[in-house]
């Protein structure tokens, strides 16, 4: 409970210097595959998988948390695409940061998009510049300043983007996608 009156006062401070930069949409349209139809399911968390998610670093999921996870299907049925959309927080700045992390169906990273932050110094993550170097990746080999660069002045929404990656990763091999 006070985990929650706390996030909920920092949503409320933040709220006035939130940044949106891609509406969901339109992350959902960077990183899953073009022309096929999108399916949405909810990847709701146990304690223990809150607990493990949480593991990955900056985590402050509880059970009964949930993640929006997207997926496509090509024209035989076979998942071609997934997408989580994951908001995450960093209490210590009061600042929030939601974005949209796709991934082929063999973990791979097709690309990350930044839907809104809330700390000015953490803007410059939604840069195309700082954004082009997810594609491709293993999320397990982004961490900062190995495998991940970096941004100054932005380094702890850095390391959170580095930890939402591999959370989502996670959760997209154990979301049910039927």
């Known amino acids: 409970m006070r985990k929650q009156i ?8 933040v709220a006035l210097h939130a940044a949106s ?3 969901l949409s339109g992350a959902l349209k960077q990183v899953l595959p073009a022309g096929q139809k ?10 223990d998988q809150a607990k493990l998610l949480n593991g990955f670093g900056h985590g402050d ?3 009964d948390d949930e993640v929006d996870v997207y997926y496509t299907k090509d024209a035989a049925g076979k998942v071609s695409g997934i997408a989580v959309a994951i908001e995450e927080y960093l209490v210590r700045w009061k600042s929030s940061h939601t974005w ?3 991934l082929t169906p063999e973990g791979k990273l097709t690309g990350v998009a930044m839907v809104e932050l809330t700390d000015k110094y953490a803007f410059p993550l939604a840069k195309p510049d700082f954004l082009k170097q997810f594609p491709g990746k293993d999320p397990a080999q982004t961490v900062l300043g190995k495998g991940m660069d970096g941004i100054s002045g932005a380094s702890e929404s850095c390391q959170l983007l580095s930890s939402s990656l591999k959370r989502v990763a996670w959760i997209a091999t154990h979301a049910e996608l039927k």
């Open 6 to 13: 706390i996030v909920a006062s920092v949503v409320a401070s």
């Open 21 to 23: 930069f891609t509406p």
């Open 38 to 47: 999108a399916f949405k399911t909810k990847f709701v968390m146990t304690e």
């Open 61 to 63: 999921f509880a059970e």
């Open 100 to 102: 949209v992390v796709g």
